[in-house]
């Protein structure tokens, strides 16, 4: 049987542990019975936490959208424009190797609507619409072009993840030409919307 912890555990501290199971190991190892093993504590002692599978997985989500946001938002400082969008892109590209199991969390909430969920992620949302501003994008048409950005960093992370990329070419390279191609249409989408320069 593991030792028990001499202190007590607070909320931050298993949702670690359970991010570093879901990075070790996967996504679907997080449950209660490995979580509590990994922390040395008996399975209903994390009911002081969590009500069953569901509600970990969905704070597990939570954590993981506040922690990407955290690196996407360190990597807005600096560099303007187009360049700044690129080191997000990398950004998040960066997290999703680094925390393979995690991201997946942050995709597989058992209730996306849950509340916690939506507003961790209204601010990635939120960040890259104000990213895009510099197209003269509005209304739904940005929202749109958040989610093509989205759509090809996700797609680009999990291709890389499932070996997809077998040729022998550098693979942020790859990523840095789709951005600066997705962000040249952006710019002409921009013109033809009557944006600014």
Same mark, same amino acid.
Do not use: C
């Given at each position: 049987?593991?030792?028990r912890p001499?202190?007590?555990?607070?909320l931050?501290t298993?949702?670690?542990?359970?991010?570093?199971?879901?990075?070790? *190991?996967? $996504?679907?190892?997080?449950?209660?019975? &490995?979580?509590?093993?990994k922390?040395?504590?008996?399975p209903?002692?994390? *009911?002081?936490?969590?009500?069953?599978?569901?509600?970990?997985?969905?704070?597990?989500?939570? $954590?993981?959208?506040?922690? !990407? $946001?955290?690196?996407?938002?360190?990597h807005?400082?600096?560099?303007?424009?187009? /360049?700044?969008?690129? /080191?997000?892109?990398?950004a $998040?590209? @960066?997290?999703?190797?680094?925390?393979?199991?995690? *991201?997946?969390?942050? !995709?597989s909430?058992p209730?996306?609507?849950?509340?916690?969920? +939506?507003?961790?992620?209204?601010?990635?949302?939120?960040?890259?619409?104000?990213?895009? +501003?510099? *197209?003269?994008l509005?209304?739904?048409? @940005?929202?749109?072009?958040?989610r093509?950005?989205? @759509?090809?960093?996700?797609?680009?992370?999990?291709?890389? +993840?499932?070996?997809?990329?077998?040729?022998?070419?550098? &693979?942020?390279?790859?990523?840095?030409?789709?951005?600066?191609?997705?962000?040249?249409?952006?710019?002409? !989408?921009?013109g033809?919307?009557?944006?600014?320069?």
């Amino acid at each position: 049987m593991s030792p028990r912890p001499k202190h007590s555990l607070d909320l931050t501290t298993i949702l670690k542990e359970a991010a570093n199971i879901a990075d070790e *190991y996967s $996504y679907l190892e997080v449950t209660l019975a &490995t979580l509590a093993k990994k922390l040395g504590i008996r399975p209903p002692s994390l *009911y002081n936490h969590f009500n069953g599978l569901a509600d970990l997985r969905e704070k597990l989500a939570v $954590y993981g959208i506040e922690r !990407l $946001y955290e690196e996407l938002e360190e990597h807005t400082i600096g560099d303007p424009g187009e /360049n700044r969008i690129l /080191n997000v892109s990398k950004a $998040y590209i @960066s997290f999703a190797r680094k925390h393979p199991g995690l *991201y997946e969390a942050t !995709l597989s909430a058992p209730n996306p609507e849950n509340d916690e969920v +939506q507003r961790a992620g209204s601010k990635i949302v939120e960040l890259a619409v104000s990213m895009l +501003q510099i *197209y003269g994008l509005e209304g739904d048409t @940005s929202l749109h072009a958040v989610r093509g950005l989205r @759509s090809i960093l996700h797609g680009f992370s999990m291709l890389e +993840q499932k070996g997809g990329f077998g040729l022998a070419l550098n &693979t942020d390279k790859s990523l840095e030409l789709i951005i600066s191609s997705f962000l040249g249409g952006l710019e002409r !989408l921009g013109g033809e919307n009557g944006g600014s320069d």
